[in-house]
C-alpha cells in the first residue's frame, strides 16, 4: 500500500501545527523549513520496513527500553535497563 496513493490520501497537518504553537501547546518556534515542501520519495522506497521501524521505536519508547550502541551495518543492537 503506497501512503498518498488513492487508499491512503496525504494529510497536511500545517493548521494543526499553527494551532499547537500559537496556543503554546507544544514547544516549537515557528522556521521556514515548516514551510517547505519535501521532495517525493523513491518509488523503490519500502514503506512497510519505514512503518516497522516507526512501530519498533513506539514500542521500545512505551516500555521504557531505548535501543543503545547499536551497529548500523549490521542492525545488531541491545536493548538498556
Not at 501545527?17 to 515548516?34: A, E, F, G
Not at 514503506?47 to 545488531?76: F, H, K
Request: aromatic content about 2%; overall charge positive; charged content about 25%.
Amino acid at each position: 500500500m503506497e501512503i498518498g496513493g488513492e487508499d491512503r490520501p496525504l494529510i497536511d497537518n500545517t493548521q494543526l501545527l499553527r494551532h499547537l504553537m500559537v496556543n503554546k501547546l507544544i514547544r516549537l518556534h515557528d522556521s521556514q523549513i515548516l514551510n517547505r515542501v519535501p521532495n517525493s520519495l523513491p518509488a523503490s522506497c519500502k514503506y512497510e520496513r519505514i512503518e516497522g521501524m516507526l512501530l519498533g521505536i513506539a514500542i521500545g519508547d512505551a516500555l521504557g527500553l531505548p535501543l543503545r550502541d547499536s551497529n548500523r551495518s549490521t542492525g545488531i543492537g541491545f536493548m538498556a535497563r
